[in-house]
């Protein structure tokens, strides 16, 4: 049968008491021995002041020392005292119970004798007497003016022994407080118990992820262990919202995992899966040319053994404050993949795989506009170099000549001017979009005005413009660009549609969602086959007639940059009757 074991509050209970017992016990002797000793003093001081008191007398020459004990016994109702003269060599000279001639022992060895002599007072508790076989209580004083030594004795009966005990009383009393005490301890113990009991029942179900009532532990009142439980409640309610919030995390960073644009997969210092999402296998089979179904295999891909043995030999090296990571590019089946491994300081590691076809793609893209930004730049500036070193080598050009060569230069600088403000407005679009001031654009009124601005190129080209928009058009936009939109199309149109054309700026439908317009002109037109690519950079449908019209070829690329701004979209089509050509572009309503 399996033994029970004590409870906390009884084993506190019984520790506390056997230790109480112990002082208790331990105070009680000292202090019924310590009341013992005080009465054996006391007694001992009244006998020795008698025998002071004996010596002093004994001076009168008259003086009877028989005489002197019997009215001293009737006066302190000592009636079996008993006194006895010593000399200074033991002999027994006067005792008031027997004759001095019946004694002939020597006293000298005697215990109260002995101290008596050695520090002129002595007593000696229940020691038999020789001479008469009872037991006595003695004490003595040594006078060595008169070598005497004068001894004092009361015969160690019930009546000396009862004067000489401890008073009983306070140990009564010490076992009636105890009695109380035990009772106040076991009821603070019980209460303590059941606090403690509380709080390992509380720890149990908190260790095995049980159901907790916390208000259990809230009720234990206002004393220290009620304080530390609340605590205690406080700070598991604290780490269980840490671990839910954690788990939360744990969901939220495995299902960011798996809709990352990365393939990504971490693995233990034993090179298992701990987590791998479905792109990176997917990656890896890209990479591999093979049709890799399990993600431990990747270790079998020869493209990623240069990650693999930076992570055999940065385990082998690793020193604290080490970055442990080493990057990889991997261009394989016309795609370019971006590959990292990170050692973590417990050797486990990460492996992520990003596609960078397109960001190849855009920086390849970057550097051919900036050759054909380079290409456009050279023609002005050469012009403008020509022209000036016409001038310089011929001093005597005449004032017609020089007019004409300088009218040149400025038409070269003009353009040179408006090419770097198109490629300022590009740039500020694709990289600073974030940066740009939106207001409330007021395109009706734009749009006026802007034909006004082109009324003596208009004219010049014997062009008309119908103008069929709300009087109140108001747009949230950027005002800049939205004068670029319809300034670029008006441009593109007195550039390319032809003398005696008409253009038509028409808001030809409204939502909810914003404003959709249309552009068009009966001019010549654009060949289909670039019309899908009229809104491309420096793009030119016949480029030598177009550096003579001093176009910059950024024009409709920036229509598109700011329509794409403004959350739109634009298209190019020959308009009505096959004959010129139609641009057909939304502008949103809604807040950017």
């Keep these: 049968m399996k033994r029970k074991s004590l409870s906390f509050s009884q084993y506190l209970f019984f520790s506390v008491i056997a230790i109480y017992c112990v002082f208790v016990a331990s105070f009680l002797y000292y202090q019924y021995h310590r009341e013992k000793t005080h009465k054996v003093e006391l007694l001992n001081s009244t006998?020795?002041?008698?025998?002071?008191?004996?010596?002093?007398?004994?001076?009168?020459t008259a003086f009877s020392v028989k005489d002197y004990v019997a009215r001293y016994r009737t006066r302190h109702h000592l009636q079996k005292l008993r006194v006895t003269l010593v000399d200074r060599h033991g002999k027994v000279i006067f005792d008031n119970d027997i004759s001095s001639e019946h004694v002939k022992d020597n006293h000298l060895d005697r215990e109260?004798?002995?101290?008596?002599?050695?520090?002129?007072?002595?007593?000696?508790?229940?020691?038999?007497?020789?001479?008469?076989?009872?037991?006595?209580?003695?004490?003595?004083?040594?006078?060595?003016?008169?070598?005497?030594?004068?001894?004092?004795?009361?015969?160690?009966?019930?009546?000396?022994?009862?004067?000489?005990?401890?008073?009983?009383g306070y140990l009564w009393f010490s076992f009636l407080l105890s009695a109380i005490l035990f009772l106040v301890f076991y009821n603070l113990t019980a209460r303590l118990g059941a606090m403690i009991t509380q709080l390992r029942l509380f720890a149990r179900r908190a260790d095995q992820d049980e159901a907790?009532?916390?208000?259990?532990?809230?009720?234990?009142?206002?004393?220290?262990?009620?304080?530390?439980?609340r605590h205690i409640v406080d700070i598991y309610t604290r780490?269980?919202?840490?671990?839910?919030?954690?788990?939360?995390?744990?969901?939220?960073?495995?299902?960011?995992?798996?809709?990352?644009?990365?393939?990504?997969?971490?693995?233990?210092?034993?090179?298992?899966?701990?987590?791998?999402?479905?792109?990176?296998?997917?990656?890896?089979?890209l990479i591999s040319d093979k049709n890799i179904g399990r993600v431990e295999d990747v270790f079998q891909v020869k493209e990623l053994q240069p990650l693999f043995d930076f992570i055999t030999m940065s385990r082998k090296s690793f020193t604290q404050g080490d970055l442990r990571q080493k990057l990889l590019v991997v261009d394989k089946n016309g795609y370019v993949f971006n590959l990292s491994v990170a050692l973590f300081v417990d050797n486990s590691f990460e492996i992520s795989i990003s596609d960078i076809t397109k960001q190849e793609e855009q920086a390849r893209m970057k550097q051919q506009i900036t050759q054909n930004i380079a290409h456009e730049l050279k023609t002005p500036v050469s012009s403008i170099q020509g022209y000036l070193e016409t001038i310089l080598n011929n001093p005597g050009l005449s004032p017609d000549m020089l007019k004409k060569f300088l009218e040149r230069s400025f038409a070269q600088s003009n353009r040179l001017t408006n090419l770097l403000q198109d490629i300022s407005t590009l740039t500020r679009m694709t990289e600073a979009g974030q940066m740009i001031e939106v207001t409330d654009v007021d395109l009706a009124s734009m749009i006026h005005n802007i034909v006004a601005e082109l009324a003596l190129k208009l004219e010049e080209k014997q062009m008309t413009v119908g103008i069929n928009v709300p009087d109140k058009l108001v747009l949230q936009g950027n005002s800049s660009l939205l004068y670029s939109i319809f300034r670029n199309l008006m441009d593109n149109?007195?550039?390319?549609?032809?003398?005696?054309?008409?253009?038509?700026?028409?808001?030809?439908?409204?939502?909810?969602?914003?404003?959709?317009?249309?552009?068009?002109?009966?001019?010549?037109?654009?060949?289909?086959?670039?019309?899908?690519?009229i809104f491309e950079r420096f793009y030119r449908v016949d480029?030598?007639?177009?550096?003579?019209?001093?176009?910059?070829?950024?024009?409709?690329?920036?229509?598109?940059?700011?329509?794409?701004?403004?959350?739109?979209?634009?298209?190019?089509?020959?308009?009505?009757?096959?004959?010129?050509?139609?641009?057909?572009?939304?502008?949103?309503?809604?807040?950017?």
């Design 239 to 285: 780490l269980r919202k840490a671990k839910d919030d954690l788990f939360r995390e744990r969901e939220k960073l495995i299902t960011h995992l798996q809709i990352s644009n990365e393939g990504l997969a971490v693995f233990n210092p034993g090179k298992d899966v701990v987590l791998a999402n479905g792109l990176f296998m997917q990656y890896v089979n």
């Design 112 to 168: 109260e004798i002995r101290e008596a002599l050695a520090a002129g007072s002595g007593y000696s508790i229940k020691r038999t007497s020789e001479t008469l076989g009872e037991e006595f209580f003695y004490s003595a004083n040594y006078f060595p003016e008169k070598e005497l030594f004068v001894r004092s004795a009361l015969p160690y009966d019930t009546d000396l022994i009862a004067m000489l005990n401890a008073d009983k």
């Design 493 to 533: 149109a007195i550039a390319y549609a032809g003398n005696g054309t008409h253009v038509n700026i028409v808001c030809y439908s409204e939502d909810e969602d914003g404003y959709y317009f249309s552009v068009s002109d009966n001019g010549v037109g654009v060949p289909s086959e670039h019309l899908g690519r």
């Design 543 to 592: 480029k030598g007639r177009s550096r003579k019209l001093g176009g910059t070829g950024l024009g409709l690329a920036i229509v598109k940059n700011a329509v794409l701004f403004h959350g739109g979209n634009i298209n190019a089509k020959p308009s009505g009757g096959g004959h010129g050509l139609e641009f057909l572009f939304t502008l949103k309503k809604k807040k950017l």
């Design 47 to 60: 006998l020795t002041m008698f025998n002071v008191d004996l010596y002093d007398h004994m001076a009168d």
């Design 212 to 229: 907790v009532d916390t208000n259990d532990l809230k009720g234990l009142g206002n004393t220290d262990l009620g304080q530390i439980s």
